[in-house]
């Protein structure tokens, strides 16, 4: 690096020691090098998620259409019974329960899904509401860690928290050990340039050459590909997501400032670099995984289906009489009624009884669950990889939270159905067209500011140890050997 002139006033040396900066890195053709790299496999990583979240998209649409198909025939048919005064089977109250209208409920997803995909291919957007009980299809997996995080998914969240560290050690590894390896360390401090001002600088270099293409390519990419009707809202989602990229990336150039300060050879700091990503993104996230399971272990699914199978043979055994009323005779329903069948007077018995049964064990399994992730979202600070991850995920729509959030509301929305059902059910009265269109349908609520919330506190778990380790490296850096 050339001398830097000695007037130069602190402000002025880091803008002179950033632009030369930028010009050698971009001529020892490690700078783009590197950003070559993060591009790429940032770009491979919003494919890869813009491909997952359009076939769940698909998917969804696809069951919704044939869903409203099956609706219209059936009231269109409902409309033709009433008019030409003929009873029809699709008029029985049953017909309210099984209706396509509402076999089923769906999360949508959120903008900002193919960023992060999170938990998605762990936990369905698709409940059917079938079954004498909400336990039989809110867990149709045994999954019993609440932060079981889909590393193995190859998204631009899975670039950023595993490989972005990464390409910022090839970068800063030799931030100041070149400098002093090559004998011009000491010749710079002698230009009154302070080591603080030399490394903010270096730093700063390398922060807004990598925090180009980690602005540019998320936001371009749903622009592109996911356009929306609210942008402001885009906007701010990813505003914050690119927020906590940033800081997250800066965590890692402060630790290599750190690193650097000790004084030790460029082979060691790129060593002990490499150990604190190990730490960090492997050891802490499966260290926070086996203590959540040992404190808090998870009900298994296997617990429930044996609770099911006997709550199930109870109930049918109890029930077994119905099959032998002739409800034809004994009940004598009003005007335009229809005696209930003994299939239908039993399923209603069953559903009833089933649901009551099973309800103690859902309510336990959502209340350890809850547990589980307010554990890990305390302690999740003792990993960044895990707070960014989970942040991410949030502001996505695809982490634990909304997905649980998620199974309450299709839980609710079951019960109030099945109580509906059964006092419909014992009424007998036909079923018109005008009450089968107007039967409650499921609707998800999107609570934004939840959301945000949790985007916000991962941010704030990012800037704790990223203020700390700077804090630290500029304390180090005044009495840094050259």
């Given amino acids: 690096m050339t001398p830097i002139d000695a007037s130069l006033r602190a402000p002025s040396a880091f803008f002179t020691i950033l632009r030369q900066e930028l010009v050698l890195l971009w001529r020892e053709r490690s700078l783009p090098i590197v950003l070559l790299l993060l591009t790429a496999v940032l770009a491979g990583g919003l494919a890869d998620g813009l491909q997952r979240i359009d076939q769940k998209d698909a998917q969804l649409a696809a069951i919704a259409a044939e869903q409203n198909k099956q609706w219209d025939t059936i009231a269109t048919m409902l409309k033709a019974a009433e008019e030409a005064k003929t009873p029809t089977p699709y008029a029985s109250p049953r017909v309210l329960g099984l209706s396509p209208a509402n076999r089923s409920v769906s999360l949508p997803t959120l903008p900002l899904a193919p960023l992060a995909l999170g938990q998605s291919d762990l936990m369905t957007n698709l409940l059917r509401i079938s079954g004498y009980s909400e336990a039989q299809f809110l867990y149709d997996t045994d999954i019993e860690n609440p932060w079981r995080l889909t590393s193995g998914q190859f998204d631009a969240a899975f670039v950023i928290v595993f490989l972005l560290p990464l390409l910022v050690f090839g970068l800063s590894y030799n931030l100041l050990s070149a400098e002093r390896e090559q004998g011009t360390l000491r010749l710079l401090l002698a230009q009154r340039v302070s080591p603080a001002s030399l490394a903010l600088g270096k730093?700063?270099?390398?922060?807004?050459?990598?925090?180009?293409?980690?602005?540019?390519?998320?936001?371009?990419?749903?622009?592109?590909?996911?356009?929306?009707?609210?942008?402001?809202?885009?906007?701010?989602?990813?505003?914050?997501?690119?927020?906590?990229?940033?800081?997250?990336?800066?965590?890692?150039?402060?630790?290599?400032?750190?690193?650097?300060?000790?004084?030790?050879?460029?082979?060691?700091?790129?060593?002990?670099?490499?150990?604190?990503?190990?730490?960090?993104?492997?050891?802490?996230?499966?260290?926070?995984?086996?203590?959540?399971?040992?404190?808090?272990?998870?009900?298994?699914?296997?617990?429930?289906?044996?609770?099911?199978?006997?709550?199930?043979?109870?109930?049918?055994?109890?029930?077994?009489?119905?099959?032998?009323?002739?409800?034809?005779?004994?009940?004598?329903?009003?005007?335009?009624?229809?005696?209930?069948?003994?299939?239908?007077?039993?399923?209603?018995?069953?559903?009833?009884?089933?649901?009551?049964?099973?309800?103690?064990?859902?309510?336990?399994?959502?209340?350890?669950?809850?547990?589980?992730?307010?554990?890990?979202?305390?302690?999740?600070?003792?990993?960044?990889?895990?707070?960014?991850?989970?942040?991410?995920?949030?502001?996505?729509?695809?982490?634990?939270?909304?997905?649980?959030?998620?199974?309450?509301?299709?839980?609710?929305?079951?019960?109030?159905?099945?109580?509906?059902?059964?006092?419909r059910l014992e009424s007998g009265v036909l079923v018109t067209e005008a009450e089968f269109r107007a039967a409650p349908r499921f609707e998800w609520s999107e609570d934004r500011p939840i959301l945000l919330l949790r985007g916000a506190w991962s941010l704030a778990q990012i800037l704790v140890p990223t203020i700390s380790i700077a804090a630290i490296a500029l304390w180090r850096l005044r009495r840094i050997p050259v």
């Fill in 203 to 423: 730093g700063a270099a390398r922060a807004l050459a990598l925090a180009a293409p980690l602005l540019a390519a998320p936001l371009a990419a749903l622009l592109l590909f996911r356009p929306v009707a609210d942008a402001s809202a885009l906007l701010a989602d990813w505003l914050l997501w690119s927020t906590l990229a940033l800081a997250y990336g800066l965590l890692w150039l402060a630790l290599a400032v750190l690193v650097n300060s000790f004084g030790r050879s460029s082979a060691f700091n790129a060593l002990a670099l490499v150990g604190a990503w190990v730490a960090v993104t492997l050891v802490a996230p499966i260290t926070l995984n086996l203590v959540v399971d040992t404190i808090h272990p998870a009900l298994s699914r296997a617990g429930m289906i044996e609770l099911e199978t006997e709550a199930t043979d109870e109930s049918a055994r109890r029930n077994a009489d119905l099959d032998r009323v002739d409800y034809s005779r004994k009940q004598r329903p009003a005007d335009g009624a229809a005696p209930p069948s003994a299939m239908a007077m039993r399923g209603k018995n069953m559903q009833k009884e089933i649901s009551e049964r099973l309800r103690p064990w859902v309510e336990e399994y959502e209340a350890r669950d809850q547990t589980r992730r307010d554990f890990v979202d305390a302690f999740r600070i003792l990993s960044p990889a895990a707070a960014v991850l989970e942040g991410m995920s949030a502001l996505a729509g695809t982490d634990a939270d909304r997905y649980a959030r998620f199974r309450l509301a299709a839980a609710e929305f079951f019960r109030d159905k099945t109580e509906r059902l059964q006092s």
